[in-house]
């Protein structure tokens, strides 16, 4: 699993990603985005764990991989992506999931 924090996204950044969303809700604009990528049970699994820990909105990114990797993208406030990819990373190692 590869997790990367984006804090205070730009404007193409957020672009990209909003063409890339699995749902068109309006987000608005989020402080920061964590993105989380590895094999499709590692990513509900973290998406479960991030829903639960804090007050995120997670969505899935589409693209194309050959190695048939799926990214998750966690939309929120700095704090709260932060933690959100800290319990993620805690689960990960406990493997607890």
């Known amino acids: 699993m590869d997790c990367r924090i984006i804090k205070s996204p730009g404007e193409g950044t957020l672009a990209i990603l909003n063409r890339r969303r699995g749902s068109k809700d309006n987000l608005g604009v989020p402080d920061a985005v964590g993105l989380v990528q590895g094999k499709l049970i590692e990513m509900v699994c973290a998406a479960d ?49």
Do not use: H, Y
């Not at 007050?55 to 959100?84: H, K, Y």
């Open 49 to 97: 764990i991030a829903e639960k820990a804090v007050g995120v909105t997670v969505e899935d990114i589409r693209g194309s991989c050959p190695q048939n990797m799926i990214l998750l993208a966690i939309f929120g406030d700095t704090a709260s992506v932060i933690a959100a990819m800290e319990e993620i990373k805690k689960k990960e190692n406990d493997r607890l999931w």
